[in-house]
Protein backbone atom coordinates (compact mmCIF):
# COMPACT_ATOMS: atom_id res chain seq x y z
CA UNK A 1 0.00 0.00 0.00
CA UNK A 2 1.14 3.66 -0.55
CA UNK A 3 1.79 5.37 1.66
CA UNK A 4 2.91 2.41 3.40
CA UNK A 5 1.28 2.17 7.00
CA UNK A 6 3.71 2.09 10.00
CA UNK A 7 4.64 -0.77 12.11
CA UNK A 8 1.56 -2.09 14.56
CA UNK A 9 -0.69 -1.25 11.40
CA UNK A 10 -2.23 -3.21 9.15
CA UNK A 11 -4.72 -3.54 6.27
CA UNK A 12 -7.33 -5.06 3.68
CA UNK A 13 -7.88 -3.95 -0.02
CA UNK A 14 -11.58 -3.16 -1.25
CA UNK A 15 -12.65 -3.15 -4.60
CA UNK A 16 -15.56 -0.24 -5.65
CA UNK A 17 -18.03 -2.59 -4.87
CA UNK A 18 -17.55 -3.07 -1.68
CA UNK A 19 -16.92 0.64 -1.20
CA UNK A 20 -20.10 1.61 -2.83
CA UNK A 21 -22.31 -1.72 -1.67
CA UNK A 22 -21.22 -2.44 1.56
CA UNK A 23 -19.32 0.32 3.47
CA UNK A 24 -20.78 2.52 6.05
CA UNK A 25 -19.50 5.00 9.14
CA UNK A 26 -20.24 3.64 12.59
CA UNK A 27 -21.12 5.65 15.30
CA UNK A 28 -17.83 6.21 16.35
CA UNK A 29 -16.50 7.19 12.31
CA UNK A 30 -15.04 4.29 12.06
CA UNK A 31 -15.67 2.74 8.45
CA UNK A 32 -17.69 -0.49 8.87
CA UNK A 33 -17.46 -3.03 6.46
CA UNK A 34 -20.79 -5.58 6.54
CA UNK A 35 -19.58 -8.35 5.29
CA UNK A 36 -19.26 -9.66 1.76
CA UNK A 37 -17.82 -12.60 -0.31
CA UNK A 38 -14.73 -10.43 -0.43
CA UNK A 39 -14.44 -9.06 2.97
CA UNK A 40 -14.49 -10.50 6.25
CA UNK A 41 -18.38 -9.50 8.32
CA UNK A 42 -18.51 -7.03 10.54
CA UNK A 43 -14.77 -5.21 10.12
CA UNK A 44 -14.56 -1.47 11.22
CA UNK A 45 -11.35 0.41 9.79
CA UNK A 46 -10.11 4.18 11.31
CA UNK A 47 -8.73 5.49 8.11
CA UNK A 48 -9.55 4.81 4.40
CA UNK A 49 -6.29 5.61 1.97
CA UNK A 50 -7.07 6.31 -1.33
CA UNK A 51 -5.32 4.97 -4.50
CA UNK A 52 -2.83 7.49 -5.80
CA UNK A 53 -4.99 8.45 -8.71
CA UNK A 54 -7.39 12.07 -9.21
CA UNK A 55 -9.93 10.15 -10.96
CA UNK A 56 -12.93 8.43 -10.16
CA UNK A 57 -16.33 8.22 -11.19
CA UNK A 58 -19.31 10.35 -10.16
CA UNK A 59 -20.68 7.20 -8.09
CA UNK A 60 -17.47 6.84 -6.21
CA UNK A 61 -17.09 10.48 -5.37
CA UNK A 62 -20.64 10.46 -4.45
CA UNK A 63 -19.73 7.61 -1.82
CA UNK A 64 -16.65 9.33 -0.75
CA UNK A 65 -18.88 12.00 -0.28
CA UNK A 66 -21.52 10.38 2.31
CA UNK A 67 -18.90 8.57 4.06
CA UNK A 68 -17.07 11.87 5.19
CA UNK A 69 -20.02 13.67 5.87
CA UNK A 70 -20.68 11.05 7.99
CA UNK A 71 -17.85 11.23 10.27
CA UNK A 72 -15.35 9.20 8.14
CA UNK A 73 -11.75 9.83 7.99
CA UNK A 74 -9.98 9.81 4.42
CA UNK A 75 -7.00 9.63 2.89
CA UNK A 76 -5.88 10.99 -0.70
CA UNK A 77 -5.71 13.57 -3.27
CA UNK A 78 -8.60 15.48 -4.74
CA UNK A 79 -10.38 13.72 -7.61
CA UNK A 80 -10.10 16.23 -10.65
CA UNK A 81 -12.79 14.46 -12.82
CA UNK A 82 -13.92 10.84 -14.40
CA UNK A 83 -11.22 8.13 -15.92
CA UNK A 84 -14.63 7.42 -18.03
CA UNK A 85 -16.06 8.96 -21.20
CA UNK A 86 -19.52 7.96 -20.05
CA UNK A 87 -21.69 10.86 -19.12
CA UNK A 88 -19.03 13.42 -20.41
CA UNK A 89 -18.46 16.51 -19.07
CA UNK A 90 -21.25 15.98 -16.86
CA UNK A 91 -19.75 13.15 -15.19
CA UNK A 92 -16.70 15.69 -14.56
CA UNK A 93 -18.81 18.16 -13.04
CA UNK A 94 -20.12 15.99 -10.49
CA UNK A 95 -16.91 14.67 -9.69
CA UNK A 96 -15.43 18.59 -9.04
CA UNK A 97 -18.92 19.47 -7.22
CA UNK A 98 -18.31 16.67 -4.55
CA UNK A 99 -14.28 17.31 -4.58
CA UNK A 100 -15.38 21.06 -3.68
CA UNK A 101 -17.38 19.46 -0.85
CA UNK A 102 -14.93 17.36 0.67
CA UNK A 103 -11.63 18.86 0.02
CA UNK A 104 -12.50 22.38 -0.01
CA UNK A 105 -9.13 24.79 -0.97
CA UNK A 106 -6.89 21.69 0.60
CA UNK A 107 -3.80 21.67 -1.82
CA UNK A 108 -1.93 18.91 0.33
CA UNK A 109 0.99 20.93 0.75
CA UNK A 110 0.34 23.77 3.06
CA UNK A 111 -3.04 23.15 3.40
CA UNK A 112 -2.88 19.18 4.69
CA UNK A 113 -6.81 18.83 6.27
CA UNK A 114 -9.95 19.44 5.78
CA UNK A 115 -13.37 19.11 7.70
CA UNK A 116 -16.80 18.32 6.09
CA UNK A 117 -19.72 16.91 7.88
CA UNK A 118 -18.91 14.78 10.60
CA UNK A 119 -15.67 13.67 9.09
CA UNK A 120 -11.93 14.43 7.65
CA UNK A 121 -9.92 14.37 4.74
CA UNK A 122 -6.51 14.17 4.91
CA UNK A 123 -3.69 14.69 1.55
CA UNK A 124 0.13 15.32 2.02
CA UNK A 125 0.97 13.57 5.45
CA UNK A 126 2.65 10.40 6.38
CA UNK A 127 0.01 7.78 7.87
CA UNK A 128 1.83 8.12 11.06
CA UNK A 129 0.80 11.61 11.54
CA UNK A 130 -2.40 10.70 10.50
CA UNK A 131 -3.25 7.69 12.74
CA UNK A 132 -1.77 9.86 15.45
CA UNK A 133 -4.64 12.52 14.82
CA UNK A 134 -7.31 10.11 14.84
CA UNK A 135 -5.84 8.22 18.02
CA UNK A 136 -5.61 5.22 16.32
CA UNK A 137 -3.06 3.05 18.36
CA UNK A 138 -0.52 0.39 16.62
CA UNK A 139 -2.84 -2.81 16.93
CA UNK A 140 0.18 -5.44 17.69
CA UNK A 141 3.58 -4.40 18.85
CA UNK A 142 6.11 -7.08 19.89
CA UNK A 143 9.57 -7.38 21.51
CA UNK A 144 12.60 -8.61 19.41
CA UNK A 145 14.41 -8.20 16.62
CA UNK A 146 12.92 -5.42 14.27
CA UNK A 147 14.13 -7.19 11.41
CA UNK A 148 12.72 -10.42 11.94
CA UNK A 149 9.01 -9.41 13.47
CA UNK A 150 6.35 -11.84 13.70
CA UNK A 151 3.75 -11.62 10.73
CA UNK A 152 0.41 -10.77 12.16
CA UNK A 153 -3.36 -10.35 11.27
CA UNK A 154 -6.09 -9.16 12.99
CA UNK A 155 -9.78 -10.46 12.79
CA UNK A 156 -13.17 -9.53 14.20
CA UNK A 157 -16.26 -11.32 15.19
CA UNK A 158 -19.19 -10.38 16.85
CA UNK A 159 -17.66 -12.04 20.21
CA UNK A 160 -13.79 -12.14 19.39
CA UNK A 161 -11.14 -10.27 18.49
CA UNK A 162 -8.56 -12.82 16.50
CA UNK A 163 -5.09 -12.78 16.16
CA UNK A 164 -2.95 -14.85 14.11
CA UNK A 165 0.62 -14.20 14.72
CA UNK A 166 3.44 -16.52 13.22
CA UNK A 167 7.36 -16.28 13.57
CA UNK A 168 9.61 -15.61 10.73
CA UNK A 169 12.80 -16.31 12.11
CA UNK A 170 14.20 -20.03 11.58
CA UNK A 171 14.24 -20.91 15.14
CA UNK A 172 11.71 -20.72 18.33
CA UNK A 173 11.31 -17.18 19.52
CA UNK A 174 10.09 -15.99 22.79
CA UNK A 175 8.57 -12.91 23.52
CA UNK A 176 6.54 -10.08 24.72
CA UNK A 177 3.18 -9.38 22.12
CA UNK A 178 0.73 -6.14 22.90
CA UNK A 179 -2.64 -6.40 21.36
CA UNK A 180 -5.42 -2.76 21.08
CA UNK A 181 -7.95 -5.31 22.89
CA UNK A 182 -9.17 -5.04 26.67
CA UNK A 183 -11.82 -6.48 28.35
CA UNK A 184 -11.86 -9.75 27.25
CA UNK A 185 -11.24 -13.10 28.56
CA UNK A 186 -7.63 -14.91 26.68
CA UNK A 187 -7.02 -17.88 24.90
CA UNK A 188 -3.96 -18.82 23.38
CA UNK A 189 -4.74 -21.51 20.54
CA UNK A 190 -1.45 -23.08 19.40
CA UNK A 191 -1.77 -24.54 16.03
CA UNK A 192 1.46 -26.75 16.67
CA UNK A 193 -0.43 -29.46 18.53
CA UNK A 194 -3.97 -27.97 18.51
CA UNK A 195 -3.75 -27.16 22.41
CA UNK A 196 -5.87 -24.17 23.81
CA UNK A 197 -4.78 -22.50 27.26
CA UNK A 198 -6.61 -20.01 29.17
CA UNK A 199 -5.47 -16.98 31.35
CA UNK A 200 -4.44 -13.75 31.59
CA UNK A 201 -0.28 -13.89 30.77
CA UNK A 202 1.57 -16.02 28.68
CA UNK A 203 5.24 -17.46 27.53
CA UNK A 204 4.86 -18.03 23.88
CA UNK A 205 6.79 -19.94 21.92
CA UNK A 206 6.62 -19.24 17.94
CA UNK A 207 7.39 -21.77 16.15
CA UNK A 208 9.03 -20.75 12.16
CA UNK A 209 5.83 -20.97 9.70
Not at 34 to 48: A, N
Not at 69 to 97: E, F, N, Y
Not at 109 to 135: C, F, I, P, W
Not at 172 to 200: N, S, Y
Amino acid sequence: MQPAPPSGYDYDYVNTDILLHHMSVAADGRVHVDGSSEMPEGMTYHVLVLPPTTVMTPEVAGKLHELVAAGATIVGARPVGSPSLAGGADADAKVRAAAMDVWGDMDGVTLNQHAYGKGMVYNGLTLDEVLSRVGAAPDFAASGSLDMQPAWVHRRTKDADIYFVANQADRPVHLEARFRVAGRDVQVWRPMDGGIDRGAGYALSLIHI
